[in-house]
């Protein structure tokens, strides 16, 4: 029996079917401890309003020293933490000090340089090697004291490497929502769209989102054919539809704002192209969403999640991030051969199902874990 705890910073529907598939297994005995409950401000991204507790969860909040955090849990020596040391490296000091199993997961780390860069990214390009090779103390941490590291894909492997962790210590661990159901389409996307096809964006309207970029790209397209929907909450206070209204194209954008989780299918199922034009993103869960109800993706290279939901020219493609050029040549794709959005979309849903669904991530921490020598 693999006794596992995973620490995690706030509940989120994005991990919730996770979890679960890893509490189903006969061979897991599962423990999830959040730091704190969620934000208010994601229920007005459209997150569910308060977290359902399973029986194998519990929340620390008001608890701080490593102490106080491991009496939530009064097994703990005797099971495998998964834990991220971005949020809670007192908790892995605490681990190391009584020899205790533990292993980091996380996503690339950078968000806080290219947020101090105000996302402009060729400068961030240029500093994010120094910034994680100033982490090589926390590399030597998972070095030295951890079964290993999961990461994030592609991105968060190369920046591990960086800081000093072997190769063999690496692993894939992957944020897998589960499938979206399949719904009518939103009315009000069908009704704009006015029998034109539809690049969809769902996120916060924000420069880290690359609303901007996405926008400057739909301009350059000149088509009358396509137009594009923005899902997510306005945090730039009405500045892009005064961008929309600049380049010319406010009759072929639709700001949505934000949409409830337990209806988000309804977006997904009325588009045609899913678009993350993210300037950073970890991972980029919207993707996953997106491929579920067969929908091409296109994805920026600095989120975690365009390096495996994406199969480059398979099911999308994958674009430079913050470039115009590159954004809008791959959108430019489905506007000159339409008869790709059937084809790619199938690709999409069957990549999904074979690799990113709950349970086959619960297979591979399970398996990983053996293999770096934990018990079954």
Known sequence: MLRLCIWMNIPSHYQSAFFQALESREDVDLRVVYLQQASRHRAAEGWKDGHDYQPFESCAEGRTRPEQLVETVPDWEERTHVVSGYFCSGLIDWFCAHRTLWCHWSEMPGIRLAELL????????????????????????????????????????????????????????????????????CAQMVEF??????????????????????????????????????????????????????????????FLGAYPVERISEVYAAADVFVLPSRF?????VLNEAASLGLPLIGTDLCGGSWHVVDEGRTGFRVRAASVGSLSA???????????????????????????????????????????????
């Not at 993103?281 to 869960?285: M, R, T």
Request: glycine share 10%; net charge positive.
């Open 118 to 185: 105000g996302y402009r990214m060729p400068l961030f390009r240029l500093l994010n090697p120094l910034m994680l090779a100033c982490k090589r103390a926390e590399g030597r941490r998972i070095k030295n004291h951890a079964l290993g590291a999961f990461g994030q894909g592609h991105l968060a492997h190369r920046a591990f490497r960086t800081m000093g962790v072997p190769k063999s210590k690496i692993a894939d661990l992957y944020y897998v929502p589960s499938g979206l159901p399949e719904a009518e389409p």
């Open 193 to 254: 769209s006015k029998g034109r096809k539809i690049f969809l964006a769902v996120g916060a309207l924000c420069r880290r989102k690359g609303i901007d970029v996405l926008l400057k790209a739909l301009a350059r397209l000149e088509t009358s054919d396509w137009c594009l929907a923005l899902c997510g909450l306005d945090r730039a206070e009405g500045i892009y539809q005064v961008l929309a209204r600049k380049l010319g194209i406010e009759d072929r954008v639709l």
């Open 281 to 285: 993103d970890g991972w980029g869960a």
């Open 330 to 376: 791959a959108m430019r794709i489905y506007v000159e051969k339409p008869e790709l959005i059937q084809t790619q979309g199938a690709a999409s849903l069957a990549h999904f199902k074979k690799t990113f669904t709950p349970e086959s991530n619960a297979e591979r921490l399970v398996a990983v874990l053996q293999a770096w020598g934990c018990e079954k």
